[in-house]
């Protein structure tokens, strides 16, 4: 334990400035919390300018997390137009929308307008409908139209994640026409890793990067060194299925267009890495049945958030408990059996639920198709047989000597192997058939998985011990 | 169904070029599939050079991975220095380790000298001693300095995920100079979006991004455009760091520095993605007691490293049934409790993996922290007694109304809110335990919550019904 603290303790050291705002463990330091804390108490303003307006976004948007709740609007009314408006876009939604609430419009509309576009729509998108537009009538005419277009585009879809600032080139500028034209001209993206090249329609023609620029000398044409865009990204396409294209070409940014070829923004990796992030922990929560909640949320949005999936599962329990109630007057001969019936069930669950995880991701990062399901289906098979094999062994050994009797441990020795192959093939098929159904397998698939080996190793279980057990 | 098949095929083909590979279900085409293994059958190297050989590494990679095993060697064989090794990058460990011990150490050797250092790291890291020594001595001297640097540093560091190549300038040029040196320079990398400043003994100075170098004037001097590096990363740093410093300050690419500040090399952010992709995916799997495995491993490999989770589980599954046990008289008794039993272990189950998903993402996303942790298991705790009391109801009722025993049904309405305000504790404070100690949360917590969850159930429900019951 104080071998892993003290690596990252070294490391952190190492790779931070004199000035961290983070101790070692990740969180923000205690001193600093509280001189913070007090600079909002004593609204000591000169403070909170030198020392909070500085922070990178995602320091303040940690900040922001970590402070109470009318810390956080003390200190955005203490800030006024200091206050970075980008941190909003690194804190958890419940958060975001208590402070954008309690702006003025006013501030909010003078702080967007510095924002680049993809942030300021990720601001914009959550607000009602009278909030936004009040916002967006206080803008620049060009601001309002470029913001208006991207929030035009369906929720998720890389219009609304991509930046409408970029750089484009026509493709009879040589070398030293673009390199002048950067010097010269003002209105530029504050970052940029691409240029552009377009007709006079803005179709899209070719990208170049900078590094590529850079190499050349002045008098080359620029359309002898574009390259084709091979992955201009359509603006409605859902946003993972643009960040399954940046990771599969390993992309830094992509042309977005609209329907006619037209170039409307352009979409960069920054963000795209936060849709993979959200994408997987996505995965993870719809498998154990946790909706969209974050930690910010109250105890009454957690709560109904988990009910359905917990009544859910209450009806594929009654459904088992219905099962076991077939075998009553089994149970009531060989009380043994209640106790050990939970074990074969359990277990199936949990062989179940090994292959549905692997079969539920491969399925999401693409790497399970029809090329290659059949052998999967076959593999998860044989696994299901050799381990049914193997925990069938041990159990029935041991529930044999528990309850010296070697009849009931062959029974639940059978039960188990059956159970288990029983959980195998649910595991791989219930997803790869939901997948084929067209619904999200990390949604339902554990349910149906679940109530698949409960049902099976009550039955096998009850139902061979009362063929062979009772005479 | 159909509609999202639609939609899917009409972004694919906007997004797409002509001649592609895929089908709309991201699977490779199965007429190109057999056009290749036609071509493979037939030793038409013509066709393969042109269809197969020009493909992205990532193609060629999904193509690899979807052909049998007799046709990749075969393939990799029939293009000869034509097979691009970058696509080994791209497929499972299995498949790499398959291709790569069957071709010649020479063929390796002349092929990886064209690689990306941070790619030909990734193929001769999993090579035995013996090969890695044979390819390396084959190498030209700076080649084999470089690749042998970037191996010395431990697996998963930032060390060996880095690119050796780099483009570094002293800080007294010009803006004109850089870009003369970038115009004649014949030995640069590939591709490049910053350039580091640095001294003559290789410190670290300062970093300039492409875009800037562009809208400046010739005569300027780099040092007064260079920005601070503010996260240098260590060689040593482990890779999960430097990907968590890439996702908080949205870094392309950072300088990577040895224990004296020298830069060494750079890390990119197409690696930080792959890094950011497989951390979560094993926290999916070692949620579910998946280990490392890959779909292309062998029946014996899967089953093999899919057993010590199993067994695990057997333990707590028999001291659950051995609580069971305690209660064999009560059961006895009344049947009943032995068909409703499983309901009440099993809700608590689902309701302490919910709460317990969260926590261990949370702590992974550094998002759950001592400032927080406090507030969350308050909420934690509200959530399970609301939802305790909402599904006792519900249970108590409809057990109450099917054993025509509402004694029955208040029995295990309170144990389901003993059992679920137990899941929410246990799935809170487990994990938090466990990474306090410095284990990760995501292996053992699920083990230890289920056994907590099913002990208290058995127990809450058996031990108030032969308190309450039985007279």
């Not at 409908?129 to 916002?135: A, C, L, V």
Request: proline content about 3%; some cysteine.
């Amino acid at each position: 334990m104080s071998d892993i603290q003290n690596d990252t303790l070294i490391s952190r050291k190492a790779g931070s400035e004199e000035h961290d705002i983070y101790s070692e463990d990740g969180s923000i330091r205690s001193d600093f919390l509280a001189r913070v804390g007090a600079a909002i108490a004593d609204r000591d303003v000169l403070f909170l300018r030198q020392n909070v307006a500085k922070l990178h976004e995602s320091e303040l948007g940690d900040l922001l997390e970590s402070i109470l709740p009318d810390q956080r609007l003390a200190l955005v009314k203490l800030l006024g137009k200091d206050f970075d408006l980008t941190a909003l876009t690194e804190v958890d939604e419940a958060i975001r929308m208590e402070i954008v609430d309690q702006m003025p419009n006013e501030q909010i509309a003078a702080a967007i307008g510095d924002l680049d576009s993809d942030d300021a729509v990720y601001i914009l998108e959550d607000l009602d409908h009278q909030d936004r537009e009040e916002i967006l009538a206080q803008l620049p005419f060009t601001e309002r139209v470029r913001l208006r277009r991207a929030l035009d585009y369906p929720e998720s879809s890389a219009g609304r994640r991509m930046q409408t600032e970029f750089v484009a080139v026509p493709p009879f500028w040589t070398v030293g026409q673009t390199i002048d034209y950067l010097r010269d001209e003002e209105n530029l993206p504050d970052s940029f890793s691409q240029i552009f090249v377009i007709d006079p329609t803005f179709r899209l023609l070719g990208i170049i990067d900078l590094d590529r620029i850079l190499r050349c000398n002045r008098q080359i044409r620029i359309e002898t060194i574009m390259r084709e865009t091979n992955h201009p990204i359509p603006a409605d396409m859902d946003q993972e299925e643009a960040a399954q294209i940046f990771e599969q070409y390993d992309l830094l940014s992509a042309a977005v267009v609209d329907d006619n070829g037209r170039l409307v923004g352009v979409l960069t990796i920054d963000d795209v890495v936060d849709v993979i992030q959200e994408e997987a922990e996505e995965d993870i929560r719809r498998l154990s049945g946790v909706g969209d909640e974050e930690l910010s949320d109250s105890v009454k949005d957690t709560s109904r958030s988990r009910v359905p999936w917990l009544m859910v599962n209450l009806v594929t329990a009654f459904l088992s408990a219905s099962v076991i109630g077939l075998f009553e007057a089994t149970i009531e001969e060989i009380v043994a059996l209640a106790i050990l019936m939970p074990i074969v069930a359990g277990m199936g669950g949990n062989a179940g639920s090994q292959t549905m995880t692997v079969t539920v991701r491969a399925l999401a990062t693409r790497d399970l198709d029809i090329h290659n399901a059949w052998r999967v289906v076959r593999r998860e098979a044989g696994v299901g047989l050799i381990n049914g094999m193997l925990f069938g062994t041990v159990v029935g050994s041991v529930a044999g000597w528990w309850f010296a009797d070697p009849h009931l441990g062959m029974v639940i020795a059978s039960a188990m192997m059956i159970n288990m192959f029983a959980a195998a093939m649910a595991g791989m098929m219930i997803p790869l058939l939901l997948d084929k159904a067209g619904t999200d397998p990390a949604v339902s698939s554990a349910v149906f998985v679940t109530a698949i080996t409960d049902m099976t190793g009550f039955m096998s279980f009850l139902g061979l011990a009362t063929l062979w057990l009772l005479k």
